[in-house]
């Protein structure tokens, strides 16, 4: 294939050097910052790769991404390879991340007073995931979050809990109240005869120690459904 610019560009590399190939087969999460950055910026110079590039502006500020965040349109043009476009898309997708780091400070809620706060807490961890996952709130007396786990990541069709899990990490954290949530990929709101079963296990075994299940949310990108809410616990 001929090379348009002479540049390293990404379109040209081996397969598994593409980064946005990796994220398509792989996932996001697996791409390291570098990677990440060569996205974005698509091609390197006549000399250097995209990935090459971006592990040196990372390691310009020692490889932390929130003093990258901080450089300016014009710092990020003093590396050789970075133009005007391709510093404002990184300033941009920074910005992003910035906003959304802001977001998850913001939804950080020490006590849980109805069903809303654990949506806003855990909202933005499951939402937009293409996965399922089920997480537990380990709450205390005053329903203080005492602490949040995930608890198991599954395919769109469902995912696995571990009872025994559960209730172990309940006693560790000296929990008397947990809330269950897990999110619907798909975004439908109605609770699986899965989900009921699951919800009336975890209830019963943690009766049996003194602690109450409160609720559990099924959780989409814009709205969640309630058990305790619909009077299903």
């Known amino acids: 294939m001929q090379e348009n610019s002479g540049s390293f560009s990404i379109k040209n590399w081996a397969d598994d050097d593409k980064p946005r190939e990796k ?5 996001r999460s697996v791409l390291s910052d570098a990677e990440l950055i060569a996205i974005l910026i698509g091609s390197g110079s006549k000399k250097e790769s995209a990935v090459a590039l971006s592990k040196r502006i990372l390691g310009s500020v020692n ?4 003093d990258l965040g901080k450089l300016s349109v014009k710092q990020l043009m003093q590396f050789k390879g970075i133009g005007e476009a391709k510093a404002v898309t990184i300033a941009a997708a920074l910005e992003m991340g910035r906003r959304r780091r802001k977001d998850d400070e913001s939804e950080k809620i020490t006590k849980i007073k109805a069903s809303s706060d654990v949506f806003e807490l855990l909202q933005p961890i499951v939402g937009d995931l293409p996965h399922e996952e089920f997480w537990i709130l380990y709450l205390n007396n005053s329903n203080k979050v005492l602490h949040k786990e995930q608890l198991s990541k599954g395919s769109i069709t469902g995912t696995l809990v571990d009872v025994r899990l559960v209730l172990k990490k309940a006693l ?3 929990a008397v109240g947990l809330v269950l949530a897990h999110n619907h990929p798909s975004g439908t709101l109605k609770p699986s005869n ?12 943690a009766s049996a120690l003194d602690i109450r299940v409160l609720d559990h949310l099924i959780i989409t990108q814009r709205k969640y459904f309630s058990f305790a809410d619909e009077q299903l616990l």
């Open 23 to 27: 994220l398509l087969s792989k996932g």
């Open 172 to 174: 560790e954290y000296a």
């Open 194 to 205: 899965a989900d009921k079963q699951i919800t009336e296990k975890l209830k019963n075994a």
């Open 63 to 66: 490889n932390n991404l929130t």
